[in-house]
């Protein structure tokens, strides 16, 4: 088959398409062809180096987290799926070694979930990693419906999941974003739209900071709560804010869930454009230098 290979840290042009073996499911697994792998910056890290000491995955390696396709194999033990099942799943690739940018894709069928109806099989690549995250932040949060939640970095993938997905918990959403960006976030339902310059003091009851703004924590009530997902750039603990990590998990259940929420029409997956996966260093350059609304999804050449 065909994937993007990265056989050396470093610069986006160190990503390469390449001949590279089919995975073999194992007994609880499914074999995936690939519609769609969804860009995330965990890649643009793994690539650059930043998370070699702590994973175990060795190169050359495939990159990517997310993937939307067709069930073609599934293992001895597998009930969920059966082969030509449209699915979607976040393999954590810098865990289990299993990178997305590829035709073919294996996961544990426990962690994937059928795709959504509603929308093009390759753009559901856009959900899982971006979905999974927003939803297990909101979870650490202990707001009742009718609070205000602070969401940073609003317009971007995980940020605009956290306001669709809060204002479906009832809660009333303050974001933080680009000028430009304001028609695109009273869409996604924010109440208020505001930039990092003119975040309010004290006016939330809560944060979800996507964007590596730690200052934006000052828009936080006193004994309030602060949900981080950037590890490198965390909001000190003040005035009796409750601060907190959320890292990501694999949740099949979860998935479905999100995937329902879009089929339903709460969730609105967004997508920026479709590369192809010869593109991939071209789709890295683009998601650093920022502006990109939407996932960049790469596609295999058919
Ligand atoms: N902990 C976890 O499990 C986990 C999971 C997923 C992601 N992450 C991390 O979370 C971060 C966000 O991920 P993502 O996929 O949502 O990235 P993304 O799509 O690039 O979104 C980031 C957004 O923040 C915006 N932003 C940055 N600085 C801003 C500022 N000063 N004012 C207003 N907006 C600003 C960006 O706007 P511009 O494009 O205009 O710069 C962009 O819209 C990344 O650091 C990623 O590594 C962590």
Redesign the pocket.
């Given at each position: 088959m065909r994937a993007v290979l990265l056989s050396a840290f470093g610069e986006p042009d160190r990503l390469a398409t390449a001949e590279w073996p089919v995975p073999e499911p194992g007994p609880d697994d499914i074999l995936i062809r690939t519609a769609g792998a969804g860009v995330?910056?965990?890649d643009l890290?793994t690539r650059a180096g930043q998370h070699a000491a702590h994973s175990k995955v060795e190169l050359p390696m495939v990159l990517g987290w997310d993937v939307a396709g067709t069930v073609v194999e599934v293992g001895a033990r597998v009930r969920r799926f059966a082969p030509g099942d449209p699915v979607v799943a976040m393999s954590a690739q810098m865990a289990t070694g299993r990178g997305t940018y590829a035709d073919h894709v294996v996961v544990a069928a426990d962690i994937a979930a059928p795709a959504p109806r509603s929308i093009a099989l390759a753009d559901a690549a856009a959900l899982p990693?971006?979905g999974l995250?927003a939803d297990q932040a909101l979870d650490l949060l202990d707001t009742p419906p009718g609070g205000t939640l602070l969401v940073?970095?609003?317009?971007?993938?995980?940020?605009g999941f956290v306001v669709q997905l809060a204002v479906a918990r009832g809660l009333r959403v303050l974001a933080?974003?680009?000028a430009r960006?304001e028609a695109l976030l009273k869409e996604l339902g924010a109440e208020r739209v505001v930039?990092?310059e003119t975040i309010p003091r004290g006016a939330a009851d809560a944060l979800v900071e996507?964007?590596?703004?730690p200052g934006a924590i000052a828009g936080v009530r006193d004994g309030g709560t602060a949900i981080s997902?950037?590890?490198t750039r965390p909001p000190l603990t003040e005035r009796g804010i409750d601060v907190r990590?959320?890292?990501?998990e694999q949740d099949g259940t979860r998935l479905a869930r999100l995937v329902g929420l879009v089929d339903e029409g709460t969730l609105t997956v967004r997508v920026a454009e479709r590369l192809d996966f010869s593109a991939a260093a071209e789709a890295h350059r683009r998601?650093a230098a920022?502006?990109?609304?939407g996932?960049l999804v790469l596609v295999p050449a058919r």
């Open positions: 995330n910056p965990v890290q990693l971006a995250t940073t970095g609003a317009a971007g993938a995980v940020g933080v974003a680009r960006d930039t990092d996507t964007a590596g703004l997902i950037v590890p990590m959320s890292f990501v998601l920022g502006g990109v609304r996932k």
